[in-house]
């Protein structure tokens, strides 16, 4: 069965870090580009970051640029997303997916379940 699973999320006070994984099974994930996706209550899901299989360039969100990295670990079939200085409006339900494409910037068709972080003191 094809699965992304992500973990990690909690509660952090502000400044604080976490590491968000989406481990994948059914399939070896770093044959494709992974993004991170986020969606806070009341707004549009919004893309975060992508690691691309191709070259392992990666993208970020102007938001998140300097705060977070995105990383594979192929031997764990994972990918991870440290989120460093974290701010309130970092607050979001944070989704990992694929488009089953090498590169990023494609439509993103399977996605985990979610995992909450929020952000507060």
């Known amino acids: 069965q094809v699965q992304l699973v992500e973990s990690g999320g909690g509660l952090v006070q502000p400044g604080g870090s976490l590491r968000l994984s989406c481990a994948a099974s059914g399939f070896t994930l770093d044959y494709y580009a992974i993004g991170w996706f986020r969606q806070a209550p009341g707004k549009e899901r919004e893309g975060v970051s992508c690691?691309?299989?191709?070259?392992?360039?990666?993208y970020y969100a102007d938001s998140v640029k300097g705060r977070f990295t995105i990383s594979r670990d192929n031997a764990k079939n994972t990918v991870y997303l440290q989120m460093n200085s974290l701010k309130p409006d970092d607050t979001a339900v944070y989704y990992c997916?694929?488009?089953?494409?090498?590169?990023?910037?494609?439509?993103?068709?399977?996605w985990g379940q979610g995992t909450q972080v929020t952000v507060s003191s």
């Open positions: 690691i691309s299989s191709s070259d392992g360039s990666t």
């Open positions: 997916a694929t488009g089953w494409v090498r590169a990023c910037g494609n439509k993103y068709t399977t």
